[in-house]
């Protein structure tokens, strides 16, 4: 079974606070994305990898980064976290030209 | 518009009952069509999907889809309350070699015992 894993289930963070949410996955799967789930919205996607050191924008990349140094491994990076970033964040991965994705049981992130 | 409108429900059933979920898109360029299930505090699993016009059964489960009218269904014979769930439709679209996925915002769904 493919397994995704996420760091934190539940966070709780200061407006400003850099925050690190890390998503590790163990099928040697070439993408991996991020997603936020709000409700009304349903799921957007913030940033995917095709391959370790790639990165390319999503439909709502701003006020996040990622970075991917190694295939398993995929990190969101809110470089200052802000309240309107209170959301939950689903990481999923799947095989290179697939349409099958795997993810992760989310981070709920609450920034006060 | 939305590229993928789902209503969000939620739908309320009795065990037994037969569910139908849809979801409508607006674009034509759509390839695959998927539903994932999503427990409450989890992530969303894979279902089923399909790519062609027609009905796919997968035990208690069909997915159904109607390219000309660019609409798509679930379907869930003799549900159980472990159905209950949020149920997101999802597309997928070509982009550059990769296969974008838009989701639809989900359908919470209650069956009640």
């Known amino acids: 079974d493919v397994k995704v894993t996420q760091s934190s289930r539940y966070l709780v963070k200061r407006t400003g606070e850099k925050v690190f949410l890390e998503c590790v996955q163990d099928?040697?799967?070439?993408?991996m994305f991020w997603y936020r789930q709000d409700p009304g919205l349903g799921l957007r996607l913030i940033y995917f990898s095709y391959d370790v050191k790639m990165k390319e924008k999503g439909d709502i990349p701003e006020g996040y980064s990622v970075s991917r140094e190694k295939k398993e491994r995929f990190s969101l990076i809110l470089e200052s976290a802000s309240t309107n970033q209170t959301s939950m964040y689903l990481c999923a991965s799947s095989l290179g030209g697939s349409k099958t994705q795997y993810f992760g049981p989310g981070t709920r992130l609450l920034v006060l | 518009q939305k590229e993928v409108e789902q209503d969000p429900g939620p739908l309320s059933v009795p065990e037994g009952a037969i569910v139908s979920l849809n979801c409508t898109y607006s674009?034509?360029?759509?390839?695959?069509f998927m539903w994932y299930r999503q427990y409450s505090r989890k992530g969303p699993e894979l279902l089923m999907y399909?790519?062609?016009?027609g009905n796919k059964e997968d035990g208690r489960f069909t997915a159904q889809v109607d390219k000309s009218s660019k609409y798509i269904s679930l379907f869930i014979r003799d549900s159980q309350p472990s159905d209950s769930a949020t149920y997101l439709c999802?597309?997928?679209?070509?982009?550059?070699?990769?296969?974008?996925?838009?989701f639809g915002t989900g359908t919470k769904l209650q069956v009640i015992p």
């Open positions: 399909t790519y062609s016009s």
């Open positions: 999802a597309m997928t679209l070509n982009s550059g070699g990769y296969q974008k996925v838009t």
């Open positions: 674009n034509s360029a759509f390839q695959y």
């Open positions: 099928m040697d799967h070439e993408n």
